[in-house]
């Protein structure tokens, strides 16, 4: 069976398995948790076994309406209790699969928390979540993202829906004034979720002042992103990037989506009650159409924006002061690309292959040599596994690096850097298999019953807590050295192993890249 015919299979199985957990025999009464004061009013959730569980808590008003393209309004004080046992709606979705998730809704602002028996639970570290999805996708009551497992190791596990794609990025201010669609909103929307957090999570057992925010993919970049925007200082004290696709909008390109967007939904400039009108679906719609425009976005249509509101680049934060005072655990899998080339058609002519271009460009590189640099370091790799390689540094594993070495050098702070390397079959070590960091499975379902894959999840998870707690990810049978001038990087595998200077030489070759400023390269 090959990869693309595999994964669809996979997707169909899941799908189907999603919907068949909706149904059932009927369940026993539930266990309520004790009534918990918030900011915005009293709440209730369910015991199951030992974790205290509260799902959909609104922390924002509806970003509908008035509040529509303008950034997070904190929730309006509700009365009574709020019934908080079942997930919010989802924020509206540009693509992704949607399946096993709530609907989507107006009122998606929410977020979930998992902690230990609250009669006995104080100042546990807490671990905020960002999903995934490319800023376009994904919701923290994915089933993936259960926080039961972190519960039961001593954390308070929080996760949360942000805008996504139109609503959350496309860049309006030039059309509407100012705080209208400033480009941001989704990042916006995660620091009022850690203001929420600063507020209320002693409720919930968590120490306000020891707070990891972490995410993959999207919500690894979003991460970053988060830390490079003003207003977030004092509301992060460790951050765990996983596979951060790290790039930014700028705003000519910004201005150009907006501009083909209201054209396209032929909304005049300056009508504001027109654009807050407007369903969301057919911004949704717009988006197909921006796909088939050459040259618009860079590398995404749906990025933050490099202006006032977030007026660092994410790649160079650490290089211009910002998250000095964060500890850092980053990192990258190993094959992230193969994940991509079962879901695309051609990753030839690809958004990959079109950003692994300009960073390869920006470099002052030719793709032959970049090309024969990978022959020599992978001899026994076919063309299409090299050029996959070159495609899934190019967008992860190099602005992961420059965001480590600029912390390493400038922050006071700790450093660590990981790189996954447990293989699935057919794709190997790829895009989204370190989710396996929750315990719940993967994107693929049926690899949990392969070789090491326990073994990895739970020394993962035991790192990620070490860290949380502490600021090392080290455990009793793993001494994870921080990275510095060695760049030592922790393999993460069912037998890990300490790794250094693993990328000394695409580091030689991308200098440059890793050097400069990606504001000034354009990347």
């Known amino acids: 069976m090959n990869r693309r015919r595999f994964l669809k299979r996979s997707v169909a199985i899941s799908t ?37 569980r509260f799902l959909g808590i609104p922390y924002a008003d509806p970003p509908f309406g008035q509040l529509r393209w303008k950034p997070p309004v904190h929730r309006t004080p509700w009365k009574g209790v709020l019934n908080a046992m079942e997930f919010g709606a989802v924020c509206p979705q540009t693509g992704g699969i949607r399946a096993g998730l709530p609907d989507e809704g107006e009122d998606c602002l929410n977020l979930n928390v998992w902690t230990s028996d609250l009669s006995n639970t104080a ?27 972190f519960a039961n190791d001593g954390v308070v596990l929080v996760t949360c829906n942000r805008r996504l794609g139109a609503e959350g990025y496309l860049y ?28 209320n999570i002693n409720q919930f057992g968590g120490n306000p002042d020891n707070v990891t925010l972490f995410g993959e993919s999207g919500g690894g970049a979003a991460t970053q992103a988060v830390i490079a925007t003003p207003g977030s200082e004092g509301l992060v004290r460790r951050a765990i990037i996983q596979s951060g696709g790290h790039a930014a909008q ?20 300056g009508d504001l009650n027109a654009l807050r009108q407007t ?11 921006l796909q088939q425009l050459e040259n618009v976005g860079q590398p995404q249509v749906y990025l933050p924006v490099l202006n006032h509101h977030m007026p660092i680049h994410p790649v160079d934060a650490p290089f211009k002061g910002k998250g000095l005072d964060v500890d850092y655990l980053i990192g990258t899998c190993r094959d992230e690309a193969n994940f991509f080339s079962v879901l695309l058609p051609e990753m ?33 790799s076919k063309p299409g596994e090299i050029f996959n390689a070159i495609l899934g540094d ?103 192993k300490l790794l250094v200077d693993p990328y000394g030489g695409e580091i030689g070759l991308f200098e440059k890249i890793i050097q400069q400023t990606w504001d000034t390269l354009g990347l």
């Open 394 to 496: 190019m967008w992860f594993r190099m602005p992961a690096i420059r965001i480590a070495e600029g912390h390493a050098r400038h922050a006071s702070a700790s450093t660590y850097m990981y790189l996954f390397e447990w293989e699935s079959p057919l794709i190997g070590a790829a895009h989204a298999m370190d989710l396996m960091v929750f315990g719940n499975g993967l994107p693929i379902p049926g690899m949990t019953a392969l070789p090491g894959y326990e073994e990895t999840a739970k020394l993962m998870r035991r790192a990620w807590i070490g860290f949380a707690t502490s600021g090392k990810p080290s455990t009793p049978e793993l001494e994870w050295a921080s990275y510095g001038v060695q760049r030592s990087t922790m393999s993460l595998n069912e037998q890990p």
């Open 279 to 289: 369903n969301w679906a057919q911004f949704v719609g717009a988006y197909e159409m």
């Open 16 to 52: 189907v398995a999603a919907i068949a957990a909706t149904g059932g025999c009927m369940r026993e009464p539930r266990k309520l948790t004790p009534i918990i004061k918030t900011s915005a009013g009293d709440l209730q959730g369910e015991v199951l076994g030992s974790v205290h």
């Open 123 to 149: 100042n546990l570290p807490v671990m905020v979540w960002l999903h995934g999805g490319g800023q376009m996708s994904g919701s923290g009551a994915s089933r993936l993202y259960d926080g039961t497992h």
């Open 348 to 380: 030839e002519g690809s958004v990959f292959h079109q950003r692994a271009t300009k960073v390869i460009e920006s470099a002052g590189l030719s793709w032959q040599q970049v090309n024969e640099l990978y022959a020599r370091g992978r001899p026994r």
């Open 250 to 269: 700028r705003v000519e390109t910004a201005s150009e989506i907006a501009q083909q967007t209201l054209k396209h939904l032929s909304i005049r400039s």
């Open 172 to 199: 309006l201010e030039e059309v509407f004034g100012e705080g209208i669609g400033p480009g941001n909103l989704g990042i916006q929307d995660v620091i009022c979720v850690l203001e929420w957090v600063a507020e």
